[in-house]
């Protein structure tokens, strides 16, 4: 396994982390069997959001913390807020109590990190960077950061969470994939009247880079929105030729040759896994130790559907 350092926590996370959103579907013997799986191998970063299994990831993580003692202080428990029924909600209260829901659940005193799950039009940064200042005083939350957002609202929040409380946006957590890189394209097809060109994310994975801030893959093997994996699937034969190629080059799964195509970014790179399944969560680990070469790295890419203009 590979750790980087989490922002200014003085924290190492290790660049595969597990996450936690199918938890909720497990019997608390087959989610002590995952995040077993993810200690085995070196993993020691934990995903979460408010909303997964409407609160039953996280209670469910709270039994195995509970069941384990000693674990709570050796790993790294990231969760998320701000998807309400039927709208976005960055407002101080509910930043406050949803973090309140989130320790209760998880029975702990304090999480590592909080994202804000998905933009809300609505923001207003002094608001949240209030929210944000009362949390880390009151040591419920060491670090903060966001989800789904591009380069211009982070620039938005981040200028007045810096001004205003100290605090920095360490993690964008955003959807990417083999088969998911409308963040990639825009950047290759600059300026051309190609599809790849249509700006989806702003240069956020260069603001990023620019910035020092993770970059978390989410959806590492799903195609478009939830649409299934893309390991194995027909409609991506010549993905799959490829990285089954390199799996066996590498000795690895093809899982750990995609996942290690999101970690040769050469942004600060973590992969959230959604995979449940223990050996798999096992396999994947290898991915962080294979290294790409460039070549690699676009014939991945371009066996995927994309072109180079
Ligand atoms: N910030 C956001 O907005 C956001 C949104 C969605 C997700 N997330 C985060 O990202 C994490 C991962 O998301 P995800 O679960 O969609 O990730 P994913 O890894 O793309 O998909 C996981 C699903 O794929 C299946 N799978 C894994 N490997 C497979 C294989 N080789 N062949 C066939 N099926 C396979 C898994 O089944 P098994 O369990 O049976 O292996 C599971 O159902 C979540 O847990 C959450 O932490 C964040």
Not at 149 to 172: F, H, P, W
Request: charged share 25%; hydrophobic share 40%.
């Amino acid at each position: 396994m590979k750790y980087i350092e989490f922002g200014n926590t003085g924290r190492e996370v290790s660049v595969i982390g597990l996450g936690c959103m199918r938890m909720a579907d497990l019997d608390i013997s087959d989610a002590e069997k995952a995040v077993n799986a993810a200690l085995d191998s070196g993993m020691n970063f934990f995903d979460h959001a408010d909303i997964y299994g409407a609160g039953r990831s996280e209670e469910l993580f709270g039994q195995v913390l509970k069941r384990n003692p000693g674990l709570r202080d050796r790993i790294f428990i990231q969760s998320k807020c701000a998807i309400r029924n039927g709208m976005y909600d960055f407002s101080r209260e509910h930043i406050l109590s949803s973090v309140d829901g989130i320790l209760k659940r998880l029975g702990v005193e304090r999480i590592d990190c909080l994202l804000l799950h998905r933009p809300d039009a609505l923001m207003d940064p002094d608001e949240v960077t209030s929210a944000f200042r009362e949390l880390k005083s009151s040591g419920k939350v060491s670090s903060f950061g966001v989800s789904n957002m591009n380069r211009y609202q982070m620039e938005m929040l981040g200028c007045a969470m810096e001004d205003k409380a100290s605090v920095t946006i360490t993690a964008d957590q955003l959807q990417m994939s083999l088969a998911h890189t409308p963040m990639i394209d825009e950047g290759i097809n600059v300026n051309t009247d190609f599809d790849g060109a249509v700006v989806r994310a702003s240069g956020t994975l260069e603001y990023c880079r620019m910035r020092n801030i993770i970059v978390q893959c989410w959806s590492p093997l799903q195609k478009g929105f939830f649409k299934g994996v893309f390991i194995g699937d027909p409609e991506y034969a010549e993905l799959n030729k490829v990285l089954d190629r390199l799996a066996r080059e590498f000795s690895v799964t093809p899982d750990a040759i995609a996942y290690a195509w999101l970690l040769r970014y050469p942004a600060k790179m973590q992969v959230m896994l959604g995979t449940m399944n223990a050996d798999r969560i096992r396999s994947a680990s290898a991915a962080a130790s294979v290294d790409l070469t460039r070549a690699q790295w676009y014939e991945l890419y371009r066996s995927a559907g994309n072109s180079l203009p």
